[in-house]
């Protein structure tokens, strides 16, 4: 901590979980890092037995599985933990705010803690970032063009400087394939992964759709369709604001037909 000025301690924290859902989703791995203002450091991280199935999708990108914390501590066992890390501290993240801040006032809510977040000061470096370096399409074209993007939002004027940055990035980056099938890879990381545009199913390793949000998160759609006290959950969804693609994906699975992945 070279350069920002503490009055009271700020601890850093960032979260590995079950998914993208603050509200219900559990914590898996927790790293906290806090800061004194005469820059001592108290560093302690953890892995978190979750009490539900890790879904493939939300290991794929922390490497973390059901085996790797099944005898972990759940998170009531570490509250008092946390809540020593955090006590008097002001907090920092990666897009915390919107997303490791909640879902670990969640946590802690579930666990009995009193202790309320939203009362200490909240550093997010990806806001920071963000503001300071925008990724609107004046901007890259600036930055890869040279040039300040004239009509803005015509949408003539943006498909010109689209071409334009895009093929300037090829030249920028020497990570950046000049193929067509090579950048197409690099665009769509998770081509393949998901059952529908939404990502509200992912395909698991036997070639079914599984939940990726929800109170069946991680579970398959066939087990869920074929539950007497689950299927009503499939009806609620096709009453909800979700989009053509998915009422689809439910109304054939409440008739009995699911979607299947070639393998």
């Not at 820059?39 to 999708?57: K, M």
């Not at 919107?98 to 809510?109: N, S, V």
């Not at 665009?187 to 599984?210: Q, S």
Request: overall charge negative; some cysteine.
């Amino acid at each position: 901590m070279r350069h920002l000025k503490l009055t009271r301690p700020l601890t850093f924290f960032d979260l590995e979980t079950t998914g993208v859902d603050p509200d219900n989703d559990r914590i898996v791995q927790m790293a906290l890092i806090r800061v004194e203002p005469d820059g001592a450091r108290t560093t302690w991280e953890t892995l978190v037995n979750p009490q539900r199935p890790i879904p493939a999708a939300a290991t794929a990108v922390h490497g973390i599985t059901d085996a790797d914390v099944k005898d972990q501590p759940v998170f009531a066992d570490v509250r008092a933990r946390v809540e020593a890390m955090l006590a008097g501290s002001d907090l920092a993240g990666y897009n915390s705010i919107r997303f490791d801040g909640p879902l670990l006032q969640a946590e802690l809510r579930r666990a009995g803690s009193e202790l309320d977040l939203r009362g200490a000061r909240h550093l997010d470096a990806l806001v920071i970032f963000r503001l300071m370096e925008p990724r609107n399409l004046t901007a890259a074209y600036r930055k890869f063009c040279g040039k300040d993007l004239v009509d803005a939002h015509s949408a003539l004027a943006d498909t010109e400087a689209t071409l334009e940055v895009l093929d300037a990035q090829v030249a920028f980056y020497d990570a950046v394939p000049d193929e067509v099938e090579a950048l197409h890879a690099l665009c769509n990381p998770d081509e393949g992964r998901y059952v529908d545009r939404a990502r509200k199913f992912v395909w698991n390793e036997d070639g079914r759709a599984v939940f990726t949000f929800g109170k069946h998160n991680g579970e398959v759609l066939d087990d869920v369709a074929a539950d007497k006290g689950k299927r009503g959950y499939l009806e609620w969804m096709l009453n909800k604001d979700f989009n053509e693609e998915v009422k689809g994906i439910l109304r054939e699975a409440l008739a009995g037909v699911f979607p299947r992945r070639d393998r």
